[in-house]
Nanobody
Framework: QVQLVESGGGLVQPGGSLRLSCSAS????????MGWYRQAPGKQRELVAS???????NYADSVKGRFTISRDNAKKTVDLQMNSLKPEDTAVYYC???????????WGQGTQVTVSS
């Protein structure tokens, strides 16, 4: 079992920045891959970025060059730095943790990010 708690969402103007943080507790073997997903109204949940315990990252094309994912294995945290935010980045962002790429893993409760002027 893994428990995930997100923080850092909010309202920001287009072009602004936000940093999301996720703190994990529980079975460390289920934290090999940690990531952020998002779900906008009426759309399917999609991967934003992921990072392995070894530091290998993967980004959605829509956020490459704007978002940066990082993790601290000792603290069991994963962060998402979001820069140059666009209205289309508006969504509920969910932290995810899983033991391997074949697993659905565990989910946090989600945090709302709204990009609007």
């Amino acid at each position: 079992q893994v428990q995930l708690v997100e923080s850092g969402g909010g309202l920001v103007q287009p072009g602004g920045s936000l940093r999301l943080s996720c703190s994990a507790s529980g079975n460390i073997l289920s934290m090999n891959i940690m990531g952020w997903y998002r779900q906008a109204p009426g759309k399917q949940r999609e991967l934003v970025a992921s990072i392995t315990v070894g530091g290998t990252t993967n980004y959605a094309d829509s956020v490459k060059g704007r978002f940066t994912i990082s993790r601290d294995n000792a603290k069991k945290t994963v962060d998402l730095q979001m820069n140059s935010l666009k209205p289309e980045d508006t969504a509920v962002y969910y932290c995810n943790s899983k033991p391997n790429k074949f697993s659905g893993g565990y989910w946090g409760q989600g945090t709302q990010v709204t990009v609007s002027s």
